[in-house]
């Protein structure tokens, strides 16, 4: 008995045109919400650059419903499963009409992006989905002397999230190393030990966050700072209620400290990249790491004037990184 081949199902492929123009959307959702990263972005070859906007886009869109305060948690947690499994349908090869999944998807397919990767980057969004945002549902975790909830006003309870150090390393790997390990896929590598450093260069990232936004993430009642370096520096999680910059600045110099050591793995990393990618990744370290530098010039005081990079000391990075691309 003769058996005849089934082809499989042929995979949705969208028109040259309609790539340019979701690409185009993914650029401008960049250029308006990027404000560090799209600096970089501009020094990639334009292939490439596409293909990153596309990545920004798709984890924009996931910061974007994780934080949607109008919903909650619950319904948050729900949109933010319904959003990937379109996501995944796109990569199955059906077809989509969203902007973003139809970039994405051909990037994802350009640059063979392990979409495990892309399932943890947006897994990474939901880490700050937690009952304990609820106020109603607040329940205190259970970490330490240092973790008693402090409410501030009629505002959101401030615990700890995290014990000790290596607690926020995981934190900051599904937000971030994450991101690093995608994005190098884009870059371009051959040598393994490009991983681990993208890695750390992630958590160099997140840390530098962790510090500039210290004032905002309190009140939203969120506190990175893990509880054992609180403690180690004679302070407590509720001493944020009203904070005073002597008494914060030696925790902050601490994680500043642990932040550079990350940083120098960009050096070694930059070189294993390919060389298309790498005047690109090094504005996108340099600028992030003049801005750790400045948060330090400035005595660590985040809890004044937010502390940022102003476009002409951006610039002047880009600058230098164009004059890198052209050599």
Known sequence: MSTVAQNPPAQFAPTRSQLNVAYSVCRHIARSAAKNFYYGFVVFPARKRNALAAVYAFMRRCDDIADEGTLSVVDRRQKLTEWLDRAHRAFAGQPT???????LTDAQRSYQIPIGL????????????????????F?????????????????????A?????????????????????????I?????????????????AFQ????????????????VYLPEEDLLQCGLLVGDLAAPEISRFRPVLALEADRARDCYRAGEELIPLVSEDSQPGLWVLITIY?????????????VFGKRVRLTVPEKLGVLARGMGKRLL
């Open 187 to 203: 870059f371009g590598y051959r040598d393994p030990a490009a991983e681990a450093l993208a890695e750390r260069v992630g958590l």
């Open 161 to 185: 999230r995290y014990r000790t150090f290596e607690e926020l390393r995981q934190y900051c790997y599904g937000v971030a190393s994450v991101v690093g390990l995608v994005c190098i896929r």
């Open 97 to 103: 009409d969203d902007p973003v999944l139809m970039a």
């Open 289 to 301: 790491r003049r801005l750790l530098e400045k948060i330090a010039a400035n005595d660590y005081d």
């Open 118 to 137: 892309l399932d943890q980057l947006a897994y990474g969004t939901a880490a700050d989905l937690e009952p304990g945002e609820e106020q109603e549902n």
């Open 139 to 159: 329940q205190a975790p259970k970490i330490g002397a240092g973790a008693a909830a402090t409410r501030v006003g009629r505002g959101p309870a401030l615990v």
């Open 207 to 222: 840390l530098t966050n962790i510090i500039r936004d210290v004032k905002e993430d309190a009140a939203m009642g969120r």
